[in-house]
């Protein structure tokens, strides 16, 4: 199996430098690990590879039917091109083994960047939406202040105009009260 190492710790630190929590970004390494090591199960290995027949092999062979000697100028003949067709048939076995692999490799290695991307822009946009939400809040709360402050304002001009009223009232009624007892005093005194 090929092994293509991925320092988990590195990765982790750049998710939660990223403004990804940590408990996140250890689930997301440990699901890429997975993804990686799942990928890298279907990759052809050396002893597959040894598996297949080689030309050695089919020379063992061809020297078995040359020994035997029983055998006619036209079944070796058949035999021959038997070996010839199981030789080329194992030469595409293993380039389609070859191809496949690179196929593979470069295949997880697309789904993997992919990924990192992924995650990365999510961790940009969640970091970006935490910085609007936090504007948001402080206009908010600049916006609350300023309304505080006129409503205490008016409250204070509308005290102003009470306390005007009050005594004005006051006034009016001492003048009045004065007035009558003036106005008693004079008709008692004739």
Do not use: C, Y
């Amino acid at each position: 199996m090929i092994a293509m190492a991925l320092d988990t710790h590195a990765f982790v630190k750049r998710l939660t430098a990223a403004g990804m929590p940590e408990a996140q970004a250890e689930v997301v390494t440990t699901l890429v690990t997975a993804a990686r090591e799942a990928d890298a199960a279907g990759f052809v290995t050396k002893s597959d590879l040894a598996e297949l027949a080689t030309k050695a092999d089919l020379g063992t062979v061809a020297s078995k039917a040359d020994v035997a000697g029983s055998a006619t100028k036209g079944e070796l003949a058949g035999v021959e091109a038997g070996l010839k067709l199981a030789l080329a048939e194992s030469g595409l076995r293993l380039a389609l083994a070859e191809s496949e692999a690179g196929l593979k490799h470069a295949l997880a290695e697309s789904e993997a960047g992919l990924k990192l991307a992924l995650v990365e822009s999510e961790a940009a946009l969640k970091l970006a939406l935490s910085a609007s939400e936090a504007g948001l809040k402080h206009a908010l709360a600049a916006s609350e202040a300023g309304l505080k402050l006129a409503l205490a304002e008016t409250k204070a001009d509308i005290m102003k105009w009470m306390i005007g009223m009050i005594g004005g009232a006051v006034v009016i009624n001492a003048v009045t009260v004065v007035g009558a007892m003036l106005a008693l005093l004079r008709m008692a005194s004739h």
